[in-house]
Every structure is written in C-alpha cells, then in structure tokens.
C-alpha cells in the first residue's frame, strides 16, 4: 500500500484527487507544517454479527435461522441489484 504524505493545502486543492487515491488502496498523511496532523484511508467495511441482527429485530419480526437462512438473504441481496443513491441516506 501506497503512503503518500501531502499538506493541507495540497489536501484542500483537490480533495476528490485524495479520495481517490484512498479508494484505491493509498494511505495519505496529511501534514501542517511538516507535522502529520491526520491520517486518510479507506474505511473498512461495517460487519455486524448474526446475533446483533437478530437482536435488532423488532419483536413481531418473523425472521427464522434456519437451515434455509443463508439462501434467503441471498435472495434477498440479488433481488437488491439496483445502484445505490448516496444522496436518499442523508
């Protein structure tokens, strides 16, 4: 992985550039007078337990683990294939 060190200028100038240098795997050091001030890579992904889902389930849920449980929720994720609007999740 790829450590770039930039300066919050650089950083301000064109964020997008930085972002996408983080996307794809970077880790960029931001610095204010040649002092790292903050550090920049790409979010892991939020992976939750099967037991929190379950507990987060309202309490008239009908949700069954079941033998059958893991064909469900592919089912349910392929019958999800439209693109995400980042926008609706404000």
């Known amino acids: 992985m790829a450590v770039l060190h930039i300066s919050e ?11 996408d240098r983080v996307q794809s795997g970077a880790e960029v050091i931001v610095e204010r007078n040649a002092q790292p001030v903050a550090i920049l890579r790409a979010a892991e992904p939020r992976r939750r337990k099967l037991s ?3 507990a987060a389930l309202s309490e008239d849920s009908t949700a069954v683990v079941d033998p059958d449980f ?19 999740w404000d």
């Open 70 to 88: 893991a064909k469900d929720v592919q089912d349910v994720i392929e019958s999800h294939r439209e693109p995400l609007d980042p926008s609706v």
């Open 9 to 19: 200028a650089e950083l301000a100038r064109d964020v997008r550039a930085v972002l």
């Open 52 to 54: 929190e889902i379950a």
